[in-house]
């Protein structure tokens, strides 16, 4: 089946520096991706939709400066946290559709972010 | 808008013993609905979703679900529970251009 993979797994970083996050579609393409955000025990949080070739799409609430998004490719989808905080720290899941289809979502292994 | 109500943060059962975890929709319009499981520190697997058609769905590791219009609900089950099914599952509700998540049921499996 399809496969989406995340780089790093797991990242600590310091307080006040950028971290990026790479979501990556393994055997298909995907002209958009979802960037997700999971606090301990609860559920996940859409962010952001990463769109190919344009700019991503923000849900609200989230800060678009924060979170920098870049879908630079087909394939390759980018958060970058910037000046992170210990308040970042997160699970950070991201997403891909085949074909297009959301009902046909596939999920990241996730990369969980600790900034001390 | 859509919205999804998992009842029960936390289900405990025996290995054997009968699994149901409960959700509950809302959606303005003919619902895309999905269970996915977590383990830790991973992402979600799909473990089922129901589209259209056959309201009854079966999905991977024995589990299945089946999508109640008149109730709107989706709660999934399986026969026997195994060590292996302890995880976070989490119910989604999907119109393609949305997609909600309960959440979450935590699913401990006693020996």
């Known amino acids: 089946g399809a496969v989406v993979s995340q780089h790093p797994s797991r990242v600590i970083c310091k307080s006040g520096t950028s971290v990026k996050i790479e979501c990556r579609s393994l055997?298909?393409?995907?002209?958009?991706m979802f960037w997700y955000r999971q606090f301990p025990k609860q559920s996940l949080m859409l962010m952001a939709t990463?769109?190919?070739?344009?700019?991503?799409?923000?849900e609200q609430g989230v800060e678009k400066d924060k979170f920098l998004i870049n879908h630079a490719s087909l394939t390759l989808s980018t958060l970058t946290v910037t000046s992170a905080h210990p308040e970042d720290s997160s699970f950070y899941i991201c997403?891909?559709?085949?074909?297009?289809?959301?009902?046909?979502?596939?999920f990241g292994p996730g990369t969980r972010l600790l900034v001390l | 808008a859509q919205s999804v109500t998992q009842l029960g943060s936390h289900v405990s059962v025996s290995e054997g013993a009968l699994v149901l975890l409960r959700c509950n929709y809302s959606?303005?319009?003919?619902?895309?609905l999905f269970w996915y499981v977590q383990y830790p520190n991973q992402g979600l697997q799909l473990l089922l979703k129901?589209?259209?058609?056959?309201?009854l769905v079966k999905g991977i590791n024995g589990f299945e679900a089946e999508f109640k219009k008149s109730e709107t609900s989706f709660h999934l089950t399986k026969p026997s529970a195994h060590m292996s099914d302890a995880a976070e599952y989490f119910c989604a509700v999907s119109d393609l251009n949305d997609m909600r998540f309960g959440a979450g049921t935590r699913l401990t499996v006693k020996p």
């Open positions: 959606s303005s319009v003919p619902p895309y």
């Open positions: 129901y589209t259209t058609g056959a309201t």
């Open positions: 990463s769109n190919e070739g344009s700019k991503a799409t923000y």
């Open positions: 055997d298909f393409q995907a002209t958009t």
């Open positions: 997403s891909a559709p085949l074909s297009g289809r959301r009902e046909t979502q596939y």
